[in-house]
């Protein structure tokens, strides 16, 4: 059993959680650079938490300029366990209304402009994302939003577009009746990429705040429609954060789904073929296996 620290990456509209004893911002380095923010630690619940605002205060940061590799590194560092992804998407279902929340389960990755991996030149690896979030963590999600009265959908696909521009009609029309994509977002990849290669358990809660711009009867994606819906969204997904605690509890055996061990076979380069600076950098992402 190892000692459970939640990470709470906040997308748009959440920039702090409620209720952190002995909490205080710090500032964590790592060879890729610094994070989007400070991190706050504490605890909640009697146990360890880590919140990452992932635009930085203020949302200084686009969604291409989010330093990903850095931010899952730094939350590594402190210990982290348990990612839960919170972040605003556009719905392609008219059932998944503004102010409906998704636990995401599967991605279709469209970003191009972005570092998606630890690895690389002089150490090559390859993880397996055929499934990129946690089932466990998931279902915790799940569980606590419903314990909040919130409208929660267990499971749906993502499509993470580069942004920072909403997509076209013909692109929304894609996405939706093709390609079978439940919710669009800018975030979530290649930040699910990179919880899997530091071997953290990762899920995706998706706030909708629109219906992208497919809807024959809601036009356009209106900014100040989505800023009016965050609103609500981060009160929603912040009392959700709450509940996770009591759900996950202070001791944690290994993941049933082995997301925790998912580099035991995933590195390909000899180990007297391995770059020592490249090594180096890894020290917190891959120390398990080196």
């Known amino acids: 059993m190892t000692e459970t620290m939640i ?26 650079g610094a994070p989007s ?10 146990v360890a938490m880590a919140f990452l605002p992932r635009h930085g205060r203020g949302h200084v940061h686009s969604p291409t300029t989010v330093p990903y590799r850095a931010n899952i590194d730094a939350l590594k560092r402190l210990g982290v366990t348990d990612i839960v992804s919170v972040s605003a998407c556009g719905s392609f279902r008219e ?18 402009a972005r570092e998606k991996s630890f690895f690389g030149s002089g150490f090559v690896a390859h993880v397996s994302v055929a499934h990129p979030t946690c089932p466990r963590l998931g279902a915790a999600c799940v569980e606590a939003a419903g314990a909040e009265g919130i409208t929660v959908h267990d499971g749906g696909t993502y499509l993470a577009m580069e942004g920072p521009q909403f997509s076209s009609l013909a692109e929304s029309k894609l996405y939706r009746e093709v ?44 900014i100040a429609q989505i800023v009016a819906t965050l609103s609500g969204n981060a009160d929603k997904a912040r009392a959700l954060v709450k509940r996770l605690p009591g759900l ?43």
């Open 95 to 112: 059932e998944l209304a503004p102010g409906d929340f998704v636990v995401v389960d599967q991605f279709i990755d469209r970003t191009f």
């Open 7 to 32: 990470g709470v990456i906040g997308g748009s509209g959440v920039y702090e959680i409620d209720g952190l004893e002995a909490a205080g911002w710090q500032a964590v380095d790592t060879p890729w």
């Open 37 to 46: 923010d400070q991190i706050l630690t504490g605890t909640l619940g009697g």
């Open 248 to 290: 996950l509890g202070a001791e944690r055996a290994p993941c049933p789904h082995g997301c925790d061990r998912a580099l035991d076979y995933a590195v390909l380069t000899a180990p007297d073929k391995r770059d020592p600076a490249m090594i180096a950098k890894l020290d917190a992402v891959a120390g398990r296996i080196l």
């Open 179 to 222: 390609w079978g994509c439940d919710v669009i977002g800018m975030t979530n990849m290649p930040e699910a990429k990179l919880a899997r290669e530091a071997e953290i358990c990762y899920a995706s809660v998706a706030m909708v705040t629109d219906y992208d711009s497919w809807h024959p009867h809601h036009g356009e994606v209106d």
